[in-house]
């Protein structure tokens, strides 16, 4: 949700342009691969919950979906990773 809120969010330079004119916060170069990466992932919702499930079909790949993904939060988001996360020689 973080990537696409970025993807469709105006910056904020360009709030008072129309939609169809303004930047976006988050805006990809143009790469056939890279576009159908990020269009090839699916979800499902679990019924009576808010949890989801992501896949992506047989043969294609989601890794630069995901790192997009994650950068793009911990760039919003940032702070330190969950302890768990961070590996045992850097304390």
Same mark, same amino acid.
């Given at each position: ?26 805006e990809?170069? &143009?790469?056939?691969? @890279?576009h159908? =990466?990020?269009?090839v ?6 019924p ?9 079909p047989?043969g294609?790949?989601d ?7 994650l950068?793009? &939060?911990?760039?919003? @988001?940032?702070? =330190? ?7 045992a020689?850097?304390r």
């Amino acid at each position: 949700m973080n990537l696409k809120q970025l993807m469709m969010a105006p910056r904020e330079s360009d709030k008072g342009l129309p939609m169809e004119d303004a930047r976006r916060k988050f805006e990809l170069p &143009y790469d056939q691969d @890279v576009h159908a =990466e990020l269009n090839v992932v699916q979800w499902e919702q679990s019924p009576g919950s808010e949890v989801y499930t992501f896949s992506h079909p047989e043969g294609s790949h989601d890794d630069r979906f995901w790192s997009i993904c994650l950068a793009c &939060y911990a760039a919003t @988001v940032g702070g =330190e990773p969950p302890a768990r996360l961070v590996p045992a020689f850097k304390r």
